[in-house]
């Protein structure tokens, strides 16, 4: 296909109207509940700075290979992953790409269901803040066990709901684009702020010791690397799913590669200034950093309790964690509307309403605690990472290495070595079967 017929199938599909609003809308998908609720108890359990030796490594070649991969994908198809994989294997005379296509659109969508109940949580606690109720319960424990309960947080789930379809309805240029805009700098803002508090906070030395001293002997454990590839792999979101669907939204003359550079600094910034919160925090009180919901929603709403200001520095924590959660949220639900409005071609509004609602009926099931994290988790050792090897495969090798090649150079000054060729047709697809088996073994990585 030549690049002027590219442009003219595109004509009426909506895209990021500049470079940094398409880097912003990444940024906002890659920077979610795995840098703020499980980037920094990792570091923890895996030997603090030296952690993050595996950390960086595999965050710089995932988005070396897989991610300009998934930006370079959709910008080719135009489309996300269902129209992406039947044009692929339509080249090799096959028809059924489409189906396998439905396999991230699932995985997007199973994680969406979990995070939008999630994003209710914050909802409900930062309304807590504002008016009180968060912070002079007696018991942080009884206060979330009561809104993690069944059906204990409806009304917060729907608001959660409500929000993002607004967004969504707008379209990409003016709903998606626009609003990350503004999330993702106030999220680094409000964050450098929390981090400079917290770091100020009698006994945060200790939390800070706690994150940054290294334990060399971790690098010996295989578990360490495990992990990290995990994280790394979650916190880009490579899924297959939200990064080719957010590059067919990407005009021909962006440069792919400065983008997923930028992309990976700051989801890596993002976690780092996480771990610098969250943890000196914990360590502050004498608490325990413990993963997941009770870290964020019990541990944490006792250490606002017991800091001067807390109430005000609570406001600020939960309305940047709704940031970068509901930007998350955004490109998940994305991948479902996309789908759905493109295979039955549908109206945006329609496809949006669609899906929001089986998102929330299907939620309806997961909002208990318990049953949410068997959910997250099924769907994130099994479906999320077969999504990424699948498009791998499907664009390093039934595409092909030199077409996926010049997709990716296309627009940026930059040209990728032979290097490149090997890492990502051999070491990333590699590297996401292994995600899937070891998470399989291991009960979850990511
Ligand atoms: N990366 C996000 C996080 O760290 C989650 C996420 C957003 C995601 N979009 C995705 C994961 C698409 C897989 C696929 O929380």
Redesign the pocket.
Known sequence: MSKKEDLTSSEKRDSFTSKTGFILACIG????????W?FPYRVGQFGGAAFLIPYIIFIVLLGYTGLMGEFAFGRMSQTGPIGSFKMALETKNKKWGGFLGIIPVF??FG?AVG?AVVVGWFIRFLVGFITGSAISSADSGAYFGQIAGPFGSIIWHLIALIIVTIVLISGVSKGIEKMNKIMMPAFYVLFVVLVVKVLTLDGAVDGLKYLVFPEWSCLLSPKTWIYALGQAF??????G???IVYGSYLKRDVDIISSAKNTVIF?TLGAFLAGLIIIPAVFAFGLDPAAGPPLLFITIPSVFKLMPFGRLFGIIFFVSVLF??IT??M??LE?PIEAVQNTFKLSRKLSVAIVVIAAFLIGLFVENGDVLGSWMDFV?IYI?PL?AFIAAVMFFWVIGIERAKSEIECGSEKKLGKLFEISAKYVFVFLTIFVLIAGILLGGIG
């Not at 998908?29 to 703020?36: K, Q």
């Not at 979650?234 to 899924?239: I, V």
Request: aromatic share 6%; hydrophobic share 50%.
């Open positions: 998908s890659a920077v979610g509940l795995g840098n703020i499980l995985g997007a994680i995070y979650f916190s880009l979101s490579l899924a799913s939200g990064m989801d970068a959660s998350s949220l490109n998940l991948v994130s999320i999504g």
